[in-house]
C-alpha cells in the first residue's frame, strides 16, 4: 500500500518486443533507443526491449542499458529448453549476459501446449520454470514469467497452469503474468479466473498479458485488475501481433480518469506525463511511418470531435454533455465540425477557434450556414479541410484579399525517352496568372499532371512570391463520389509551410485536374492570408 492509501499498479510495456510483430512494423536501433526513452518519460515502469541472442539487432540493443530514469529495462526470452541444463542453455545464457534489469522468462502453462507445441512432459516444463527463475535470479536479477496460454490451459486442466504459476512464485519470481496468448477469453472468464489464482500467489505478485484477438484486450486488463492483479502488460497503440495487445493509451487515461481505479489505485504516470499521451502516441505513428488511428479512444483525432448540431450547442454550453473526460488531460482537443450536418453552432465554434470575427447578429452568419450546407451536398468535405472552410468562411463574412486571379491554365502528358532511352511519362503545365494587373506566365514539368500545375502556379506570383517559398504539397487524396463516365471527384491536399504548420484544402468537380486546381488554390490563399500578405 503506498502512502496514498491506493493500491500500487504496475505498467509493463512490450511495444519493442510483442509490438515489433506487428505486421509491417520494423524497428531499427535508433528507433528502439528512442522509444525506450519516450516510455521512460511517459513514467511506465517495465521497458521490454526484446529477445537478446534471438537477433542482432536485440544483441545490439542489450549490449548497453539505455539510460532510463525511471523504468526497469526487461530482456525478454524463453526458460531452458526440456533436456538441457541452464548453464547449457544459449538462449539463458544470452538473457544472463543482456545488460537489463530485470528478466522475463515465457514458458507454457497448457498441458496441451507442452504436450503438442514442446512434445515433453509436465514435470520436466515445472522443472524448467524453478531452473530458470532460480538461476535469474542467482544474478541478481528482478524475474518474472509470463504463463503462455494460461487462461486456455486453465480452462483445460486448471491443477497444471496453476502448478506453472506456484512454480515460478516459489522459485523467487516478483511476478507471475498470466497471459491470455490467443486473445479469446472473455472479460468474465478473465475476472473469475484471475480471482482463482489469486488464492494461490499473492495479487500483488500478478500480472495480466492480454492480446486483442477479440478487441477485449483492454476490458480484460481491467478485469484482471478487479480481481487481483497488480501489473498490466501492454503496448503503445495496441500494436502486437495479428490483432494486437491491450493498448497502454486506452489504459492509462483509463486507470488515471475513471473513479473505479484512480480511487483504488495509483501508477507513476503524473498528470502532467498523462498530458502528454497524445503526443506519445503521434510520436510512434510517425517513427514508424503509419496514419494514426483517427478514431482511437482518448488520443485519437476524432476522440473529442463533435458534429451534429444539436451536439454541438450542447457542448459549447458544457462540456460534459457529451464529454467523459477533459480532452486536454490526455494532450487532446475539443473539436466542433462543419458539415452537411452542422447547424449554427458548430459554424460559430468552427469561426472562435479559427479566431474568425463575427456577429452573432450577422445576416451573413446565416448566409454562411446555409452555403456551407449546400456545398457539402455538393461533394465538398470541410470537415476534412480546415483551411477552405476558413477561406470560405472569411470570403462570406468579410473579404479575402483577391491577391491574382489565374486566367488560364492548360496541362499535357506526354510520353518521351529519356537520355538512357527509356520511355517515361511526363506532365507539363502552363498557368497565366494577373497580379495586381500584372500579367505572369508559368511552365514546369512534373511527374503527374498535379505536381506539375502545384510546381506551375507557385513557381512565379510577382509580389507575392516570397509569401509562398516555403509552402509544398505534402499529401494528395482522391475519392470518386459516384460511378460513371460522369462522376464527381473530390481531391484533398495536404500543405505544410515553413513553420511546420499544416493545412488541408478541398476542391469538387467532374474533372480530376479542375477539383485538384481547386485544391491548390486554396491552399496558396490559405498561405497568403495566414502570412498577412496585404491585398
Known amino acids: 500500500m503506498s502512502t496514498t492509501g491506493r493500491e500500487r499498479l504496475y505498467l509493463f ?70 533436456g538441457r541444463s541452464v548453464s547449457n542453455d544459449p538462449g539463458v545464457a544470452a538473457l544472463l549476459e543482456a545488460r537489463a534489469d530485470a528478466i522475463c522468462f515465457v514458458a507454457k502453462a497448457s498441458a496441451y501446449q507442452v504436450r503438442v507445441a514442446l512434445e515433453t512432459t509436465n514435470e520436466e516444463n515445472l522443472a524448467s520454470i524453478r531452473d530458470s527463475v532460480t538461476a535469474a535470479k542467482a544474478a541478481g536479477r528482478e524475474v518474472m514469467l509470463d504463463c503462455e496460454h494460461f487462461f486456455d490451459g486453465y480452462k483445460e486442466n486448471a491443477d497444471f497452469a496453476l502448478a506453472c504459476a506456484r512454480a515460478a512464485f516459489e522459485a523467487g519470481a516478483r511476478w507471475v503474468v498470466l497471459c491470455d496468448t490467443n486473445g479469446g477469453t472473455m472479460p468474465h472468464e478473465i475476472e473469475a479466473i484471475v480471482g482463482e489464482v489469486v ?35 501492454g503496448t503503445l497503440n495496441g500494436l502486437g501481433e495479428r490483432c494486437g495487445n491491450a493498448n497502454l493509451c486506452s489504459l492509462i487515461p483509463t486507470l488515471k480518469l475513471k473513479t473505479e481505479f484512480a480511487d483504488r489505485f495509483e501508477i507513476a504516470v503524473s498528470d502532467q506525463q498523462l498530458a502528454g499521451l497524445m503526443k506519445v502516441s503521434r510520436t510512434l505513428d510517425d517513427m514508424l511511418n503509419r496514419a494514426p488511428n ?140 494577373d497580379v495586381a494587373g500584372e500579367r505572369l506566365i508559368s511552365a514546369a514539368e512534373g511527374n503527374g499532371p498535379v505536381n506539375a500545375l502545384d510546381v506551375a502556379l507557385r513557381k512565379d506570383l510577382g509580389k507575392y512570391q516570397g509569401y509562398i517559398d516555403g509552402l509544398k504539397l505534402i499529401d494528395y487524396r482522391v475519392r470518386i463520389l459516384n460511378g460513371g ?44 492570408v495566414k502570412s498577412g500578405a496585404p491585398g
Open 199 to 233: 488464492k494461490h500467489v499473492p495479487g500483488d505478485r500478478v500480472g495480466i498479458h492480454a492480446h486483442n484477438d477479440t478487441e477485449q484486450a483492454v476490458a480484460n486488463s481491467l478485469a484482471a485488475v478487479r480481481a487481483g492483479a497488480r501489473q498490466i502488460q
Open 13 to 82: 510495456d512490450t511495444t519493442l518486443r510483442d509490438g515489433a510483430q506487428t505486421n509491417g512494423v520494423d524497428f531499427t536501433l535508433a528507433d528502439k533507443q528512442a522509444i525506450a526513452r519516450l516510455l521512460d518519460d511517459l513514467g511506465i515502469d517495465y521497458v521490454e526491449g526484446g529477445y537478446p541472442g534471438a537477433n542482432p539487432l536485440d544483441t545490439e540493443f542489450f549490449a548497453e542499458k539505455p539510460k532510463l530514469g525511471h523504468a526497469r529495462f526487461t530482456a525478454f526470452g524463453m526458460t531452458r529448453r526440456a
Open 485 to 528: 463516365t460522369e462522376a464527381v471527384t473530390r481531391v484533398l491536399i495536404e500543405s505544410e509551410d515553413e513553420t511546420g504548420e499544416r493545412w488541408t484544402t478541398v476542391g469538387v468537380s467532374p474533372n480530376i485536374i479542375d477539383a485538384s486546381f481547386q485544391a491548390l488554390m486554396d491552399s496558396v490563399f490559405y498561405k497568403l
Open 294 to 433: 483517427r478514431h482511437a479512444p482518448y488520443v485519437g483525432e476524432s476522440a473529442f470531435v463533435t458534429k451534429t448540431g444539436i451536439h454541438a450547442s450542447a457542448v459549447l454550453k458544457d462540456p460534459h454533455t457529451y464529454e467523459h473526460v477533459l480532452p486536454e488531460s490526455v494532450g487532446n482537443r475539443r473539436k466542433v465540425l462543419v458539415s452537411d450536418q452542422a447547424g449554427r453552432s458548430n459554424v460559430i465554434a468552427a469561426l472562435e477557434r479559427g479566431g474568425i470575427p463575427f456577429s452573432k447578429s450577422d445576416p451573413k452568419l446565416t448566409r454562411l450556414v446555409e452555403e456551407l450546407k449546400e456545398r457539402e451536398a455538393a461533394g465538398y468535405a470541410y470537415e476534412s479541410a480546415n483551411a477552405s472552410f476558413e477561406l470560405l468562411a472569411r470570403r462570406t463574412l468579410g473579404s479575402v484579399p483577391d491577391y491574382f486571379r489565374v486566367e488560364q491554365f492548360d496541362v499535357n502528358v506526354e510520353q518521351r525517352y529519356n537520355a538512357l532511352g527509356e520511355r517515361v511519362t511526363v506532365a507539363l503545365a502552363v498557368v497565366k496568372v
